[in-house]
Nanobody, 119 residues
Framework: QVQFVESGGGLVQPGGSLRLSCSAS????????VGWYRQAPGKQRDMVAT?????????NYADSVKGRFTISTDNTQNTVYLQMDSLKPEDTAVYYC???????????WGQGTQVTVSS
């Protein structure tokens, strides 16, 4: 079973940048999708970005992060990244990575990594 471990969170001031990493325990061949999600205290968990692997890759983003966040992968290190630029206080949340197929039925969630955007 593939498991994901998130890292790279921390405290950053508004307008700053942060890069999150999602490391997979095992590489999956063929087409599959990995997503970044976030959950603020007292709120539900929402998707912020996805990347789909195949012969090439495709990405999509939530409207709230378009133009500011970039999802990418390092195939050699088997890691999915989330580059976050122009961070806003409303980006503060615990960030998770997961397979959408697992997320829809409540499975696959790890510990996440805390991102705090504050002056």
């Amino acid at each position: 079973q593939v498991q994901f471990v998130e890292s790279g969170g921390g405290l950053v001031q508004p307008g700053g940048s942060l890069r999150l990493s999602c490391s997979a325990s095992r590489r999956i061949l063929g087409f599959y999708t990995v997503g970044w999600y976030r959950q603020a205290p007292g709120k539900q968990r929402d998707m912020v970005a996805t990347i789909t692997f195949g012969y090439d890759t495709s990405t999509n983003y939530a409207d709230s992060v378009k133009g500011r966040f970039t999802i990418s992968t390092d195939n050699t290190q088997n890691t999915v990244y989330l580059q976050m630029d122009s961070l806003k206080p409303e980006d503060t949340a615990v960030y998770y990575c997961n397979r959408p197929e697992w997320a829809t039925n409540g499975n696959g969630w790890g510990q996440g990594t805390q991102v705090t955007v504050s002056s």
